[in-house]
Every structure is written in C-alpha cells, then in structure tokens.
C-alpha cells in the first residue's frame, strides 16, 4: 500500500516550491528545469507529477489560495484575540506572504493567473469574503 501521507506532504512542498519559483521570475521566466532544481528533485521527476508548467502554476495557485484561506479562516476564528488582531492577521495571511518577495519580472502572474487560472482567484476571494467576514461584529457602525 503507498503512503498516501507521505506523498501528499512531498506534493505540497513542491507546489509551495512551485509558487517561490513564479513569485520570484513570474510564470513566463520560470521553468520546470528551475522549479525541479529548487525542489531538488530530477526534471523527469517533476514531470512524473505535471506534464505541463500551466498544469503546475495551476496547482501550485490552486494549493496557495486554499492553505491562505484555511490560514486566514482559523485567524478570525480565534475568539482569544481581538477584533482588530483578528482582521489584520488574517489580511496578512491572504496578502503579506509574499511581501518583497515578487521582483519587477513577475508582474506577469497577474496576466498568467487570469489566462491560466480562469476565475479560481475570484472564486476563493468570494468563498472568504462570504463564509469568513460574515458575522464578524461590525466596527464603528460600518
């Protein structure tokens, strides 16, 4: 019998290689040779996984936007801390990640995500904003 756990943890660590990869040169100047060589695996190794960088962006954004929304969602559900803790951690596991991590060369995932990803990025903002600020006390009768 595999070990489904074991495999599911190197998948994820490879896509979270995957995303420093793009975050750092942009989907357009990466490479699997790159992203292989980051996640220190063999290229025909990498492509045991993806047979296609877009198959990789896609997943690797994919697994991004749902380990953010997990992160983000237990933040706001921490009733130990305050309102306003709660907000600004959670802000920040959705946008702060990768804070000064981006060069100028990966302005192209933004034109990358909308061709690639359709409206996955848009969906995962909709599902937060109406499972997670639903509910939320209303500050200064906002």
């Known amino acids: 019998m595999a070990d489904v756990s074991g495999e599911d943890s190197r998948r994820r660590a490879l896509l979270d290689t995957a995303v420093g990869v793009f975050v750092r040169h942009g989907c357009r100047e990466s490479s699997m040779d790159e992203v292989a ?9 990498l492509y045991l996984h993806f047979s296609i960088k877009e ?6 954004i994919r ?17 130990a801390l305050p309102l ?3 907000l600004a951690r959670a802000l920040d596991e959705g946008y702060g990640r990768f804070a000064g ?6 302005l192209d995932l933004v034109e990358a995500s909308h061709a690639l990803l359709g409206t996955l990025v848009e969906d995962h903002e909709d599902l937060f904003a109406r ?7 209303r500050v200064h009768g906002a």
């Open 37 to 45: 060589r980051a996640a220190q695996i063999s290229r025909q190794g």
């Open 55 to 60: 198959e990789l962006f896609r997943a690797s």
């Open 63 to 79: 697994q991004l936007l749902e380990s953010t929304l997990r992160a983000a969602s237990a933040v706001l559900e921490d009733a």
């Open 84 to 86: 306003d803790a709660r």
């Open 101 to 106: 991590k981006a060069n100028p060369d990966a």
């Open 131 to 137: 499972d997670k600020w639903v509910g939320l006390p």
